[in-house]
């Protein structure tokens, strides 16, 4: 009876010791398969709810950044978000120039039938579809994962195509070098390239919202995840009718404005 | 004949002793010395790499950047120019790549080798943003990925 008790113990205990490099076995294949999707991948299955990016973090490609411009609330003749736009990143363009740099400027439209007027800031959509992403012979004007359209100027060699394609005159070409004392760290310049607003996408990886909406006394601008439905933005968006600019060219914009004639 | 052999070793050993002395003690000093700030730990490779390779770390960066919105962090342009930054014996401010002492120039000025980066970038550490996303950069330890690989890794002490 003793003899088949300690033949029952061994039985257990090998199967106890299979049992345990089985476990190991498997550990290691999910640690590996876990290692070889990288970390986007696994951010994108792994995290359920929304987080705010670190700066050392990749971006989320499941957001898309956008923004709800309440056309009520914008008055002509305030330059607030311009002005904290050019403080934030280095431009700034003599008054009534028709070639320095310019990310966004301040619109004032009218419908002639109805005398309807509004004014609005216009910048870079930040379009689904944008064509000047289509047009770039070299791949430097480029959409990011969440939506943030922008030059790349280490590869931008200054052909404008994109300013030509751009429906909303968006980009501007930099003419002249930028002195150092204007430039911002975040935001390089390069003379001969062409550049546009990019959300402030410093800020945004930083978890911060851009500095035209920061800025804007009247809280006009709101900045937010378009592809999250609880979003602040999405539930606004809900609630009210919104306009994209030039909605007939199919780009899709991000930036989307509350009344326009 | 071996009394000569013996002589002409010795003379070779002698020879090659002083030279390797000589190479030795030049290899320290061979071209000029970049400034850095050892307080804020070491740089992210070693000297003579870095030499080599921190055009490379810097474009890889730059990409990283650009496409994924990686910022701050050791391998950051700013850490680069916080931690090597020179100042201005005068007025105390961070002197600008005009300057020669600035550490780009340091070495680039020897070598003759053109930079264009600074035509864009700001040569000089932005105040506080920098360092703000330095700090940050420094707490990727508890990320989403390394709390996975903790879950992963669970109960294997």
Known sequence: MSDQGARDRNERARHEEIDAARREFLRNIAAASVVSLGGGMMLYTMGGEAFAKKPGDPLDPRKRWGMLIDTSKCTSGC???VEACKKENGWEAEPGSQTDVQWIRKVDVKDPKTGFMASLPVMCQHCANPPCVDVCPTGASMQRADGIVKVNMHICIGCRYCMMACPYKARSFVHEEIPEENKRFH?????GCVTSCDLCAHRVDAGQIPACAEACPEGAMLFGDLNDPGSELRKRLKEIRSYQIRADLGTDTGIRYTRLP | MRAFG?????IMAVCVGVLLATTVARAGDIGPKIPIDKSKGSCVLPGDQMRREHMKILKHRRDKTMYQGIRGGKRSLSACLSCHMVKDEKTGKPLTVASPKHFCRVC??????KVDCWECHKSVPEEAGGQALLKDGAGLKDSKFAQLMKYVQGGRK
């Open chain 2, 6 to 10: 013996k002589w002409a070793s010795a």
């Open chain 1, 79 to 81: 330059e607030k978000c």
């Open chain 2, 108 to 113: 680039h000025d020897y070598a003759a080798v």
């Open chain 1, 187 to 191: 935001a390089p310049m390069g003379k």
